[in-house]
């Protein structure tokens, strides 16, 4: 896949997040997508279980600042970024795996303890 296409995908999710938008992130995500936010922790299966995901996100309030260029390869795009909410920040790498209608395909997001200030 073209970086410019992995680059716009990454560039549409913040702006879902400063629009607070749930349509944009399932626009950006495949209907049998999986998502894994911390990676390890039990996998939310399908577009309905990771909208209610990212309602949840919403909810707080959470904008993201892109902490570097996204990492393009193949498929995949990783990307280091804060999710900043009111009293909390969180830094991790989000990881999507994109198939080949465009659409995220795997979500897996690499932070822990560690990463929350």
């Not at 073209?2 to 879902?16: G, N, P, S």
């Not at 749930?22 to 049998?32: F, G, K, T």
Request: proline content about 4%; some cysteine; overall charge negative.
């Amino acid at each position: 896949m073209e970086t410019a296409a992995l680059q716009r995908i990454v560039d549409k999710y913040v702006e879902a997040f400063e629009k607070a938008d749930l349509n944009m992130i399932r626009q950006l995500y495949a209907e049998d997508a999986t998502l894994e936010d911390p990676a390890g922790s039990p996998a939310r299966h399908g577009i309905e279980e990771i909208l209610e995901f990212y309602k949840a996100g919403f909810a707080m309030g959470m904008k993201l600042k892109l902490d570097g260029k996204p990492r393009c390869a193949g498929n995949s795009v990783a990307f280091a970024f804060d999710g900043v909410m009111k009293k909390m920040t969180i830094s991790p790498i989000d990881v999507f795996e994109v198939n080949a209608n465009g659409k995220v395909q795997h979500m897996r997001a690499y932070w822990g303890p560690e990463n929350v200030s």
